[in-house]
């Protein structure tokens, strides 16, 4: 099993999703910005280095909003979604096809890889939108 970070941003009303890029796997679903923990890392650690890597921000990893388990027919991933702040910087497309901030009336508009749609359903009841 592969531990992955992501970092759930929200902008007043509005969260960050990131388009994945062409030449990965689950090529242009969409996500929230992270990736995996490397060797040696923190989940904080990770999500902080990803942040900056795929986006050129930094980030405060604050609690964890949900925890999920995927099973991928090419990986099995253990995801862990903190709510984070950015702290230095705008986000910008160093890796992704896209970014934006949306709206949870929006989510659905957007297919987003198959690890997050528990998540998705989470932010749908805590945001009291319940169209997906």
């Not at 970092?7 to 994945?20: G, T, Y």
């Not at 604050?62 to 709510?83: G, P, R």
Request: hydrophobic share 40%; net charge negative.
């Amino acid at each position: 099993m592969v531990e992955v970070v992501a970092a759930l941003i929200w902008d007043k009303d509005k969260f960050l999703v990131c388009q994945r890029p062409v030449n990965k796997a689950r090529a242009l679903l969409w996500e929230f910005v992270g990736g995996k923990v490397e060797q040696g890392e923190t989940k904080e650690q990770a999500l902080i280095r990803e942040c900056k890597e795929e986006l050129n921000i930094t980030v405060k990893p604050n609690d964890v909003f949900m925890e999920v388990v995927h099973k991928y027919s090419d990986i099995t991933v253990h995801l862990t979604l903190f709510n984070a702040e950015i702290i230095e910087g705008v986000p910008q497309k160093v890796e992704h096809n896209e970014i934006k901030w949306i709206r949870s009336a929006e989510m659905h508009n957007y297919t987003f890889c198959p690890a997050d749609e528990q998540i998705i359903r989470k932010l749908l009841i805590n945001t009291g939108d319940k169209k997906i």
